[in-house]
């Protein structure tokens, strides 16, 4: 159920940037305005936990411990951070 749900997120996330994309400002009736720091923040942050999920399932599907549960989704989105 999560990783339908969070596959539709990513699919309908994916396609209204792609038609934000291809319509341009042409697409809309007024100026587009630039989104903020905190706002593109909090997206990033939302898009990260999102996809730490896979990681998430593993760990708990492959092991008993709590610890090892936790270790692993701190990496997990640690590392999409980073890398984001």
Same mark, same amino acid.
């Given at each position: 159920?999560?990783?339908?749900?969070?596959?539709?997120?990513?699919?309908?996330?994916?396609?209204?940037?792609?038609?934000?994309?291809?319509?341009?400002?042409?697409?809309?009736?007024?100026?587009?305005?630039?989104?903020?720091?905190?706002?593109?923040?909090?997206?990033?942050?939302?898009?990260?936990?999102?996809?730490?999920?896979?990681?998430?399932?593993? $760990?708990?599907?492959?092991?008993?411990?709590i610890?090892?549960?936790? $270790?692993a989704?701190?990496?997990?989105?640690?590392?999409?951070?980073?890398?984001?």
């Amino acid at each position: 159920m999560v990783l339908i749900v969070g596959g539709l997120f990513l699919l309908a996330k994916s396609t209204h940037e792609i038609h934000d994309k291809l319509e341009g400002e042409e697409g809309h009736a007024s100026a587009r305005i630039a989104p903020s720091f905190t706002s593109v923040l909090i997206q990033v942050t939302l898009l990260d936990l999102v996809f730490s999920l896979d990681s998430v399932i593993t $760990a708990v599907g492959m092991v008993d411990r709590i610890s090892v549960m936790v $270790a692993a989704v701190v990496t997990a989105v640690a590392v999409m951070m980073v890398f984001a």
